[in-house]
C-alpha cells in the first residue's frame, strides 16, 4: 500500500523560506510522477511543481518559478519542496501527490492525474 506523508509546513512571514517534505512508502514502480499540489480557501487545487522519477524532468508553474525547487531522493524516494521568497497568495495546504507508472509528469501536472494523496501541510505567509 502506497502511503505519502508531508512534513515541514509552518507559519513564516513574506520573504521568508520553508521547505517542505514528502516521505512516501509502498512505491515499487520506476516510473512514479511525483508532485505538489496547493490549495487555498475558496479556491481550487492547484499543481505547484512536479518531478519525474525517470529522468528528473521538473515541471513548474508560472506563479512559483524561480521560488520554488523541487527535488527528489531516487533512494528514498521522498520529495522536496524548497520555497524561498514567500508571498501572502502562496498562503494554502500543500499535499504531496503521486502518479504511478506515468510516462512523464504531464498528466499529473496538467491533468491533475493523481493515484495518490498525502494529507497535506499547512502553510502560512503573512504579511
Known amino acids: 500500500q502506497v502511503h505519502l506523508v508531508e512534513s515541514g509546513g509552518d507559519s513564516v512571514q513574506a520573504g521568508g523560506s520553508l521547505t517542505l517534505a514528502c516521505v512516501t512508502s509502498?512505491?515499487?514502480?520506476?516510473?512514479?510522477?511525483l508532485g505538489w499540489f496547493r490549495q487555498a480557501p475558496g479556491k481550487e487545487r492547484e499543481g505547484v511543481a512536479a518531478?519525474?522519477?525517470?529522468?528528473?524532468?521538473?515541471y513548474y508553474a508560472d506563479s512559483v518559478k524561480g521560488r520554488f525547487t523541487i527535488s527528489r531522493d531516487s533512494v528514498s524516494n521522498a520529495v522536496y519542496l524548497q520555497m524561498i521568497t514567500l508571498k501572502p497568495e502562496d498562503t494554502a495546504m500543500y499535499y504531496c501527490?503521486?502518479?504511478?507508472?506515468?510516462?512523464?509528469?504531464?498528466?499529473?501536472?496538467?491533468?491533475?492525474?493523481?493515484?495518490?494523496w498525502g494529507q497535506g501541510a499547512q502553510v502560512t505567509v503573512s504579511s
Open positions: 518531478i519525474y522519477s525517470g529522468d528528473s524532468t521538473t
Open positions: 501527490a503521486a502518479d504511478i507508472g506515468a510516462g512523464s509528469c504531464y498528466y499529473l501536472f496538467n491533468k491533475r492525474r493523481v493515484d495518490y
Open positions: 509502498g512505491l515499487t514502480d520506476t516510473n512514479v510522477c
